[in-house]
T-cell receptor, first 110, second 113 residues
Framework: GQQLNQSPQSMFIQEGEDVSMNCTSSSIFNTWLWYKQDPGEGPVLLIALYKAGELTSNGRLTAQFGITRKDSFLNISASIPSDVGIYFCAGLRGTGKLIFGQGTTLQVKP | EAGVTQSPTHLIKTRGQQATLRCSPISGHTSVYWYQQALGLGLQFLLWYDEGEERNRGNFPPRFSGRQFPNYSSELNVNALELEDSALYLC????????????FGPGTRLLVL
């Protein structure tokens, strides 16, 4: 099925470092969402973006909705061990169907 | 406020059997969505129900079906199970029809032997 291009696929960083990941698509979306998933659990919503150009923060997390509506990025500042997990971007066009990226696996070394 | 709940947490079936998975949305949410997360295949959209009607369907065979009840809870049925149906099945809900942020439940892990 259709997926967004999410990169990087995985990251291994030192605690305290900043992290950046992004998603791109050939199609436009009305909504961009970022989720975090821990092993064996459901995705947890981190940030929702509804307008092109929108920049939204949630604690140490910041995400932006690209002005072309075809991309989005997520930044995590000052990473901590509990940031470990898989991060997914997802796009929504109003058909109820979320299109997901392949995920970015983040590992943080204390 | 309670989140999306799913049952059972784990389900083991054999090939050819039927599986029924259940989902209760967040209170006040009328839309329910089902996704399959199989190893190596990412999260794939299965079905969307709103107000008791199927609104959209992903690229899955007809043996994947479901329904939504008047209280907005939902069931996903998988008939004639195949080994490749083994996956984490996730349910999500949203307040309105298809345009709102989706909130996920913990999932049901289905293993087909």
């Amino acid at each position: 099925g259709q997926q967004l291009n999410q990169s990087p696929q995985s990251m291994f960083i030192q605690e305290g470092e900043d992290v950046s990941m992004n998603c791109t698509s050939s199609s436009i979306f009305n909504t961009w969402l970022w989720y975090k998933q821990d092993p064996g659990e459901g995705p947890v919503l981190l940030i929702a973006l509804y307008k092109a150009g929108e920049l939204t923060s949630n604690g140490r997390l910041t995400a932006q909705f690209g002005i072309t509506r075809k991309d989005s990025f997520l930044n995590i500042s000052a990473s901590i061990p509990s940031d470990v997990g898989i991060y997914f971007c997802a796009g929504l066009r109003g058909t109820g169907k979320l299109i997901f990226g392949q995920g970015t696996t983040l590992q943080v070394k204390p | 406020e309670a989140g999306v709940t799913q049952s059972p947490t784990h389900l083991i079936k054999t090939r050819g059997q039927q599986a029924t998975l259940r989902c209760s949305p967040i209170s006040g949410h009328t839309s329910v969505y089902w996704y399959q997360q199989a190893l190596g295949l990412g999260l794939q959209f299965l079905l969307w129900y709103d107000e008791g009607e199927e609104r959209n369907r992903g690229n899955f065979p007809p043996r994947f079906s479901g329904r939504q009840f008047p209280n907005y809870s939902s069931e996903l049925n998988v008939n004639a199970l195949e080994l490749e149906d083994s996956a984490l099945y996730l349910c999500a809900s949203s307040p309105r029809t298809g345009v709102e942020t989706q909130y996920f439940g913990p999932g049901t892990r289905l293993l087909v032997l």
